[in-house]
Structures are given as C-alpha cells and as structure tokens.
C-alpha cells in the first residue's frame, strides 16, 4: 500500500514537471556567437480545397496569435499578428522580433490561425491542421545562419463550402 502511494507521488511529480516543461516560449533564444535574441518566424501554405481538388491562394494571409509575459513569466496581454500575402505557391510568411517586446518580456503559447482569403469562392476557412481552432507551434529548426528560429505551422484550407464547428 505504502509502495503504490509512493508510486503515485513519484508519476505525479514526473507528469507536472512534464506539463510545466511544455509551456514554450518564443524568442528567447540567443544566437551563442553575439548573444542577440533570435527572431522567431513562421512559415507554412494556404490551400484552396474545392471537391477533390486543391490549389494555392495567392494573396491570402495567416495571423498569429500568442501571450506576452511580463519579466516574472505572468502572463498579461494577448499580442496577434499577420502573416505576408502569400505568394503563388500559397507560401506565407510571419516574423516576431524580440526588439518589438519590451526587455525581459516574452510571448507564449502561440498559435496560427487562417485570416482572409482574397478569393469569393473559397473563403470558407476550415479546421484542417486547426486553421480555424489555432494551430500550435511547435516544429522549428534554426537556420544556418541563425538569423530566425522558424517554425512551420503546415498546410490550411479554405473552401468554398460553410463547415460549422
């Protein structure tokens, strides 16, 4: 009995510092060479899906949407922003700079988002890769010349039909 309790507290300990580690922050990662913080970018596509078919939009935007702390890691304001245009590929592309934080001040808990879609007949936007509920980054690679801490967020549809969550 006493083994089983004391099991119990050790999976508890083990499963809190787990969830406790999972919380990310964006942006506070420093380049070793310079010590600069490194920019964080997101990339990924935005689709038209019309029957069977799928196609990039061009012109279509993403937004991203996560919290900023404060210096004690209190969270205090939601902070959003949006994604370029995308281009013929439906490729877009989004940039946080720690410059435009405050000092000490970091965003968490990000998530992207479809935004708008230039097109009349496929402006619907749908669930797919959570386009509508927030996707949540968490794939990322820093780049060669560590200029960007860039995650890709995946593939989102539009469609021309409502769907209803």
Request: with cysteine; net charge positive.
């Amino acid at each position: 009995m006493a083994f089983s309790r004391l099991s119990f507290a050790a999976s508890l300990v083990v499963f809190s510092s787990l969830i406790i580690s999972s919380v990310a922050y964006y942006g506070d990662e420093a380049n070793p060479e310079n010590g600069k913080l490194i920019p964080v970018a997101v990339e990924g596509v935005i689709m038209c899906k019309s029957g069977d078919k799928s196609y990039p939009i061009q012109g279509a935007t993403a937004r991203v949407t996560c919290v900023k702390t404060d210096v004690y890691g209190e969270e205090i304001v939601p902070v959003s922003m949006m994604s370029s245009k995308t281009d013929a590929k439906g490729y877009f592309f989004a940039t946080l700079f720690p410059s435009q934080l405050r000092e000490g001040r970091m965003v968490t808990k990000c998530k992207v988002f479809l935004h708008k879609s230039p097109l009349a007949d496929c402006d619907f936007p749908t669930n797919v890769n959570k386009g509508v509920k927030g996707q949540p980054l968490s794939k990322y690679r820093i780049l060669e010349d560590k200029s960007f801490k860039l995650y890709w967020a995946g593939s989102f549809f539009f469609t021309s039909e409502p769907t209803y969550y």
